[in-house]
């Protein structure tokens, strides 16, 4: 069971994780197994601007959907927000339940600035 210093040492949106720069994880998405891509964004940031393929699965609702997602503990998984805090508590959470994961090093301000493709509207049936 976490205590209340873990719940908060977890959520905790400062410090330090492992991250991957927006150019080498537009070269890892072109890899024969390339990472799952978890924006934790709020479903209408995700909409309005996302890389192709990321998943939505807001930060306050990812504790509980992270099973229900079923993801392969063997892949990656980066974690993205808009500006590299968000993703900060998503990285703990992940990596506390076994997996490998990194943020986007500066979030999805980073992708835009670097000029990197996107996707937007709504996600297809």
């Known amino acids: 069971m ?3 210093w873990d719940d908060l040492r977890t959520w905790n949106p ?3 994780v492992p991250e991957i720069a927006p150019r080498d994880l537009l070269e890892s998405l072109r ?3 390339p990472p799952v891509l978890l924006d934790v964004r709020t479903a209408l940031e995700w ?8 998943l ?6 990812l504790g509980d959907r992270l099973a229900a997602l079923a993801l392969d503990p063997a892949r990656p998984v980066v974690a993205i927000c808009l500006s590299a805090h968000r993703s900060v508590p998503a990285v703990r ?9 990194a943020q ?4 999805m301000l980073a992708w835009w600035s670097a000029k990197l493709p996107v996707v937007k509207g ?3 049936p």
Not at 104 to 107: I, K, Q, T, V, Y
């Open 56 to 61: 939505n699965v807001p930060i306050l609702s």
């Open 2 to 4: 976490m205590s209340l």
């Open 93 to 101: 959470l992940l990596r506390e339940r076994g997996y490998v994961a």
């Open 104 to 107: 986007l090093a500066g979030g």
């Open 31 to 33: 890899a024969e197994a």
């Open 47 to 54: 909409e309005k601007s996302r890389i192709a393929g990321a």
């Open 14 to 16: 400062f410090g330090s």
């Open 122 to 124: 709504a996600a297809e």
